[in-house]
């Protein structure tokens, strides 16, 4: 199932500096993105989402943009702290109420 | 802030026992889901329940699986008969409404079938 992909597995950034998380998908009638957190022994943590008739939405420190010609999502953090460490999920909402995600990107912020 | 809980933590089963797996969702929540991640691969749908039935369910989801709220607070998945390709992580989530409300998820049962 390669509806949604996140090519990176792993991204190190220095404290302070932005993060940006990748996620492209392919079928152009996605309506509603989301990502999540996840932390070793805990569930995934919503962090933002984003429905097609947007292109930017902003949460903190949290960044989402959705450029639909593209299908491609991309999470920025802007700045990165030692406790965003953590694996990153995209997500897309499939028909009916199914969350589809991807495999995940590990960000490493050294302090 | 409210959360969905579920237990156990970690669940030990011989091949081709039942197991209960058991959530709590978030109280006001109206749809509920499970989801599971087999160790190194991608988080997987299994099943979504609203107004006690079920609403959409994946191909994963086969007669060895059921789901039941049997009170007003918990969320069960039952899997009938183990086998050793069930051994994975089960997620529970909850979500206020249907699309657009973002699902919540529990810290998740780690299976191990034996």
């Known amino acids: 199932d390669q509806q949604v992909k996140q090519n990176s597995p792993s991204l190190s950034v220095q404290e302070g500096r932005i993060s940006i998380l990748n996620c492209d998908y392919t079928n152009s009638m996605f309506d509603y993105f989301l990502w999540y957190k996840k932390y070793p022994a805990e569930g995934p943590t919503f962090l933002i989402s984003?429905?097609?008739?947007?292109d930017k939405n902003e949460d903190g420190r949290f960044t989402v943009f959705l450029n639909k010609s593209a299908k491609h999502l991309s999470l920025h953090i802007v700045p990165s702290q030692p406790g965003d460490s953590a694996v990153y999920f995209c997500a897309v909402l499939n028909a009916g109420n199914m969350l589809t995600f991807g495999g995940g990107t590990r960000l490493m912020v050294k302090p | 802030e409210p959360e969905v809980t579920q237990t156990p933590s970690h669940q030990v089963t011989q091949m081709g026992q039942e197991v209960i797996l058991r959530c709590v969702p978030i109280?006001?929540?109206?749809?509920f889901y499970w989801y599971r991640q087999i160790l190194g691969q991608k988080v997987e749908f299994l099943v979504s329940?609203?107004?006690?039935?079920?609403?959409?369910k994946s191909e994963i989801f086969d007669d060895q699986f059921s789901v039941e709220r049997p009170d007003g607070s918990n969320f069960t998945l039952k899997i009938r008969s183990t086998k050793l390709e069930d051994s994975a992580m089960y997620f529970c989530?909850?979500?206020?409404?249907?699309?657009?409300?973002?699902?919540?998820f529990g810290d998740g049962t780690r299976l191990s079938i034996l």
């Open positions: 329940f609203y107004n006690n039935e079920i609403s959409e």
């Open positions: 109280s006001n929540h109206l749809y």
């Open positions: 989530a909850s979500s206020g409404g249907y699309r657009n409300q973002p699902q919540h």
């Open positions: 984003i429905s097609s008739i947007k």
